[in-house]
């Protein structure tokens, strides 16, 4: 049902968009001179072990930004980071729980006091923005804890300011789109719904996992402004006093004295039947965690437009500069390479930089090649920017986002991620169209790929935006690309293989550049920016 109603946003998507954008001779002249020697060396280097990995905060990641820094110098791009500069600057906060003050309690209105077990019922999330994490209040039940405008929302009817919500994973039936499942499933989007709320603290249960470890480290990873007052990224941004996850166990102990029957809540949360309540206990919970600072960069280039209205709107292309660095050894082999992850996609926006330069493309509204930081860490580099980008933020039309495109056989089929929620899906459909290439529907979406990439924080901050994807599609009579795609995946993705030793189609990183220079190419000249489809979530308040 999930994909039929996809396929069906599609084709409205498809009907919305019926200008054709005209290609001109130098630009198709540009475009078929991308050199897949070229796609090559550019991977070849992001990829080389003297890189290692490209962890943000070595000496590796500032190669790589230098490689791209360079390239764009000698292509003729112009800066597009802090005044006069290729890059911008942020700051990379670690923060780490102190296991040992972790403390939590229940207190019923006797007066009772129940002391939870750390790594048993409860770990704590680090809070990027303060050494000491803490909060109190009545504890209440809020299922899923989402809010979904015109749909269902778990806070109706129940009053969570100064209290504790407990939560569990995951959403109800009948959402009408995979993405839309990612975006309300996101732990982030929970504890900013709840925070928004006026909630103190949350406590979020995943019923399918269990501590195993009872002294684990707890790491999480934020960029944050030089007043150091906001943190930017995909999971908890300090807003609220305290965030725990909790075990299954705590969640039935809770039900025990509750009256309630907890499978029959579940079932009726699963069934859109609001269930939430006010537990007869009082919570309150406190821990320190220890952060850690460092400097990282987006690097940045802009091609102005040429119309004297629209060149004040702009166009991104991201990708992310960075990978997971060093790691445990794989086959006498500890560099995380990140050929693919994201070295191709890297290589991909350096050659559409490359068509707009030497095709004169000369685009109505600018563009911007937008490298991030951060991107393995949680989308902080991307959060960063789409918060705090280096041009007006209202000025940003679109995201069109390249992320390991997977060039591993040809490109046939593509999927669009995002884009079913706005009119960038008519300027997908031209540019496959162009190509000869099919639109399909997500094949996987209980991955959640719509979420683990960096379009999704342009989305949160009211952006359209996209992320492409292979499909399905082969030329093989009997071949299961599906099967392959993730037999690949489970060798290669975080994996010291991640070389360039691995499996990669050249033709089809080319096929890439064409498809995504002409998304933003046909959006940069399209007069109307784009726009979220009517009613659409994201564009209601839904984020």
């Known amino acids: 049902m999930k994909k039929h109603l996809s396929l069906l946003l599609i084709l409205i998507s498809f009907q919305s968009f019926s200008q054709k954008i005209p290609i001109p001779g130098s630009v198709k002249r540009a475009m078929n001179q991308v050199d897949t020697v070229t796609i090559r060396n550019h991977i070849a280097y992001l990829a080389d072990d003297k ?17 791209v820094v360079d390239q764009f110098q000698k292509m003729g791009i112009q800066p597009g980071g802090d005044p006069g500069q290729y890059t911008q600057k942020l700051i ?19 007066g009772n006091v129940d002391s939870l077990i750390f790594a048993k019922d409860f770990q704590p999330v680090p809070h990027p ?17 989402v809010d979904i405008p015109g749909l269902y929302s778990d806070y109706e009817g129940i009053d969570v300011k100064g209290k504790v919500v407990v ?21 982030g989007n929970k504890m900013n719904t709840a925070f928004a709320k006026g909630a103190v603290g949350t406590i979020l249960v995943n019923s399918n996992a269990q501590f195993t470890n009872p002294n684990p480290t707890i790491q999480s990873n934020v960029a944050v402004n030089p007043e150091k007052t906001t943190a930017y990224g995909r999971g908890f941004v300090g807003n609220l006093g305290f965030a725990l996850n909790g075990s299954k166990s705590f969640l039935t102990g809770l039900f025990l004295n509750s009256g309630k029957n907890l499978n029959q809540v579940l079932a009726d949360i699963k069934a859109r039947k609001n269930s939430s309540f006010e537990f007869p206990f009082q919570f309150a919970a406190s821990y320190s965690n220890t952060h850690s600072e460092f400097e990282s960069h987006n690097v ?29 050894p794989e086959n006498g082999d500890s560099i995380f390479n990140g050929a693919h992850d994201n070295a191709s996609g890297v ?37 960063y920017f789409a918060a705090n980008p280096t041009v007006p933020k209202s ?51 209980e991955q959640n790929r719509f979420v683990r990439s960096d379009q999704y924080s342009f989305v949160v901050s009211g952006i359209p935006a996209l992320h492409i994807k292979y499909g399905n599609k082969t030329n093989i009579p009997g071949f299961d690309m599906d099967a392959f795609i993730k037999e690949w995946r489970a060798k290669y993705y975080h994996r010291a293989a991640d070389g360039m030793d691995g499996i990669f189609n050249f033709t089809a990183a ?15 000249n399209t007069p109307a920016k784009p726009r979220w489809n009517p009613g659409d979530l994201f564009g209601t308040g839904g984020n």
């Open 167 to 187: 939560m569990v994973t995951g959403v109800p039936d009948g959402i009408p789109a995979s993405t839309l499942v990612s975006h309300f499933s996101s732990p």
């Open 51 to 67: 890189l290692k990995g490209r962890m943000p905060g070595t000496e590796g990641y500032q190669m790589a930004v230098d490689y």
């Open 510 to 524: 080319k096929t890439y550049v064409h498809l995504n220079f002409l998304i933003s190419y046909s959006i940069a």
């Open 92 to 110: 990379l906060r670690k923060s780490v729980v102190n296991n040992s003050t972790a403390k939590a309690a229940l207190k019923d209105k006797n």
């Open 395 to 445: 000025s940003i039309v679109a995201d069109v986002n390249t992320d390991m495109p997977t060039v591993i056989a040809p490109l046939l089929s593509i999927v669009p991620l995002g884009a079913e929620h706005s009119s960038i899906m008519g300027n997908v459909k031209f540019a496959a169209d162009y190509l000869g290439l099919e639109v399909e529907a997500d094949p996987e979406p």
């Open 347 to 383: 290589a991909s926006l350096l050659e559409i930089a490359r068509i707009y330069k030497n095709g004169n493309a000369r685009p109505k509204r600018s563009v911007l090649i937008v490298m991030v930081t951060a991107e393995e860490m949680g989308l902080v580099g991307s959060s």
């Open 300 to 328: 940045i280039g802009l091609i102005p437009g040429s119309d004297s209205k629209l060149k004040n709107e702009y166009v991104v292309h991201s990708a992310h500069l960075d990978h997971v660095g060093i790691g445990r």
């Open 129 to 145: 923005m303060s050494a000491t994490a803490s909060g109190e209040g009545a504890l209440v039940f809020v299922g899923y804890g």
